[in-house]
């Protein structure tokens, strides 16, 4: 049962959500500070959410960043790395389609898909070549990324605590329907229960329950569409095509097999663990998963 709850939990982050609009009892979230936010359309019509920071034009030799959070998750849960990289680099955190201030569709909720909406942040934003950072669900969303556009548009890939595929067993399949259940019948509950197992390290009450929030802004039926999804597709294979430089960053468990998997599968890879942190370890320890991603970006940038 641990094993289970580790991969729903952590690995590919799958569990919560309701609200198919932006309620009055949400209201519009403030931008962190330093961020700018903006949308972009992609060529189904669906807009997408971005917060931005750092210089508009990118300077000197600094490659710019694109961060694409996990299951439900808002851009704004990328604070402490927007706040940090955008002293220096061109950086951008997304809301993926029916997650945070993007636009809600009860379609297209797949990796492909998603990916392509990616892409569209990457085109319009004039960002590339990218460093890409996907997290959790982000992480499969990426291997679709590179398996349909290849790499001309990425300089590197960052893929934090997340696997591009996994092997269905039993008791997995039997966990994703409980958690289904479960976000039907009492969806704040269970937002308040991911969000939670989210951390290892204390966070304010306020921060939780902000988080929460913007997780509830994903319609139940969509959240439980992007879970079954997560379990169904596998991108494993596609990985081999990767040619670019890439981190892998997971916290470390007992699914460490799974990131060690990805690094023999992926031609340029580094892998690193991270010890006493939970599925969100670059908030909970944003100053290792920073010098991490600095000293990655490093080896991208030509001498200054």
């Known amino acids: 049962m641990q094993r289970t709850r580790r991969i729903t939990l952590g ?6 959500c309701n609200f198919t609009s932006l309620s009055p009892a949400f209201g519009q979230p403030a931008l962190p500070a330093g961020t700018r936010g903006g949308f972009v359309t992609t ?73 392509r909406d990616i892409k569209a942040v990457v085109d319009q934003l004039k960002l590339a070549p990218a460093v890409l950072v996907g997290w959790s669900l982000a992480v499969k969303e990426l291997a679709a990324y590179v398996k349909q556009f290849g790499c001309d548009t990425v300089a590197g890939l960052v893929l934090v605590d997340g ?71 596998d991108f494993r294979p596609d990985l081999a095509k990767i040619n670019k430089p890439t981190l892998i960053v997971a916290a470390k468990g007992p699914y460490d097999y799974m990131m060690e998997d990805m690094h023999k599968r992926i031609p340029q890879s580094r ?25 990655f970006l490093r080896t991208l940038e030509p001498a200054k």
Do not use: C
């Open 11 to 16: 690995v590919f982050a799958v569990l919560v």
């Open 43 to 115: 060529r189904d019509g669906v807009r997408i959410h971005y917060l931005e920071a750092g210089p508009r034009a990118q300077a000197g030799k600094a490659v710019p960043i694109l961060f694409v959070p996990g299951w439900t998750m808002p851009a704004e849960i990328w604070e402490p790395q927007l706040a940090y990289f955008g002293k220096t680099h061109r950086v951008v955190a997304m809301d993926p389609r029916s997650q945070g201030l993007s636009a809600q569709t009860s379609e297209a909720n797949y990796p492909e898909a998603r990916a």
């Open 163 to 233: 696997a591009a595929g996994l092997d269905p067993q039993p008791d997995l399949i039997r966990e994703v329907l409980d958690r289904s259940l479960q976000l039907q019948r009492d969806r704040p509950a269970a937002a308040a229960r991911f969000v939670h197992g989210m951390y290892k390290k204390p966070q304010a009450p306020e921060y939780l329950d902000r988080i929460t929030r913007a997780s509830l802004r994903t319609p139940t039926n969509t959240a439980i569409a992007l879970m079954l999804e997560y379990v169904a597709s």
């Open 271 to 295: 892998l690193e663990f991270m010890d006493g942190v939970g599925h969100a370890l670059f908030v909970d320890d944003p100053q290792r998963f920073n010098a991490l991603l600095e000293n």
